[in-house]
């Protein structure tokens, strides 16, 4: 009877899997394809999880352990990189909105596709020239104190 079970369990687990590997492929958007992907880590995991603690008693405790740490990590990483990808569509909106108005002449081609990793990489640069000349700034300023 146990041998049964976990067979079910394992079809149940095989079956949001597929389902959740052809969301990944289909869906239009990062945001889609996440949710997804959380199905995969959730659903599909743990019915693989379950037939194999049936099939397998000797490893129950392990794969219960296992089954624990996806269910406590998996949140933080969706959630890490929704906000990630929230962060870069609302980088390329204002780039967009920024080169559009830029445009002089009306038959400026539209800006669909805007690598936003350029404009990250030159902003962080940026800040960090920003900030090494705000502290030799200070230095000089330390320096002065010091010898008067």
């Given at each position: 009877?146990l041998?049964?079970?976990?067979v079910i369990a394992?079809l149940?687990g095989?079956?949001?899997?597929?389902?959740?590997?052809?969301?990944?492929?289909?869906?239009?958007?990062a945001?889609a394809?996440?949710h997804?992907?959380g199905k995969v880590?959730i659903?599909?995991l743990?019915?693989?999880l379950?037939?194999?603690?049936?099939l397998m008693?000797?490893?129950?405790?392990?794969?219960l352990?296992?089954?624990?740490?996806?269910?406590l990590?998996?949140p933080?990483a969706?959630?890490?990189?929704?906000a990630s990808?929230y962060r870069?569509?609302?980088i390329?909106?204002?780039?967009?909105?920024?080169?559009a108005?830029?445009s002089?002449?009306?038959?400026?081609p539209?800006f669909a596709?805007?690598?936003?990793?350029?404009?990250?990489?030159?902003?962080?640069?940026?800040?960090i020239?920003?900030a090494q000349?705000?502290?030799?700034?200070?230095?000089?300023v330390?320096?002065?104190k010091r010898?008067?």
């Amino acid at each position: 009877m146990l041998d049964f079970l976990g067979v079910i369990a394992l079809l149940f687990g095989l079956f949001f899997s597929a389902v959740g590997v052809i969301g990944v492929i289909r869906l239009p958007d990062a945001l889609a394809r996440l949710h997804a992907s959380g199905k995969v880590a959730i659903l599909g995991l743990f019915g693989l999880l379950l037939g194999a603690s049936l099939l397998m008693p000797s490893s129950a405790l392990r794969l219960l352990t296992l089954g624990l740490f996806v269910l406590l990590t998996s949140p933080v990483a969706t959630h890490a990189i929704a906000a990630s990808v929230y962060r870069r569509q609302e980088i390329a909106k204002e780039l967009t909105q920024e080169l559009a108005q830029d445009s002089a002449s009306p038959e400026a081609p539209p800006f669909a596709g805007v690598d936003v990793t350029g404009v990250i990489t030159r902003s962080r640069i940026q800040d960090i020239l920003d900030a090494q000349e705000r502290a030799t700034r200070q230095r000089r300023v330390d320096s002065d104190k010091r010898k008067s």
